[in-house]
């Protein structure tokens, strides 16, 4: 199995991966934060099918998005110490992402698949 390169750095990447999230989520609950970071990671959902769209870098387009949402919801949450700013934000966000890739018709169904669950294999 690791007599191929992109195997094996798709196992590496995947443990480091996995050790530095172990790590962080330890502080994302003592923070009370878990809904927070699991909204972000459905928003940079929108992030990569917008930057697919616009044909730049996923990684730079999920950086962006998540930078975006995480302005507004630490703007709305400084008045409202609840979860709707943070569903109103992903709801927001999740449909146009959708948007971004009913636009995106001339991509490849396998690129679409890509975007919504990502490929360790291309690492």
């Given at each position: 199995?690791?007599?191929h390169?992109?195997?094996?750095?798709?196992?590496v990447?995947?443990s480091?991966v996995?050790?530095?999230?172990g790590?962080m989520?330890?502080f994302?609950?003592i923070?009370?934060a878990?809904?927070t970071s699991?909204?972000?990671s459905?928003?940079?959902?929108?992030?990569?099918?917008?930057?697919s769209?616009?044909?730049?870098?996923?990684?730079?387009?999920?950086?962006?998005s998540?930078?975006?949402a995480a302005i507004?919801?630490?703007?709305i949450?400084?008045?409202?110490?609840?979860?709707?700013?943070?569903?109103?934000c992903?709801s927001?966000?999740?449909?146009?992402?959708s948007?971004?890739?009913f636009?995106?018709r001339?991509?490849?169904?396998?690129?679409?698949?890509?975007?919504?669950?990502g490929?360790?294999?291309?690492?």
């Amino acid at each position: 199995m690791f007599e191929h390169k992109f195997m094996l750095m798709a196992f590496v990447n995947g443990s480091i991966v996995a050790l530095i999230c172990g790590v962080m989520s330890f502080f994302v609950v003592i923070r009370k934060a878990a809904f927070t970071s699991h909204s972000l990671s459905h928003i940079s959902f929108t992030g990569a099918s917008g930057a697919s769209l616009l044909g730049f870098s996923s990684m730079l387009g999920q950086m962006i998005s998540n930078s975006i949402a995480a302005i507004i919801i630490a703007t709305i949450n400084k008045s409202e110490k609840n979860d709707t700013a943070i569903s109103v934000c992903v709801s927001f966000f999740m449909g146009i992402g959708s948007y971004f890739l009913f636009l995106q018709r001339s991509g490849s169904p396998r690129l679409i698949i890509d975007i919504l669950f990502g490929n360790i294999l291309s690492t």
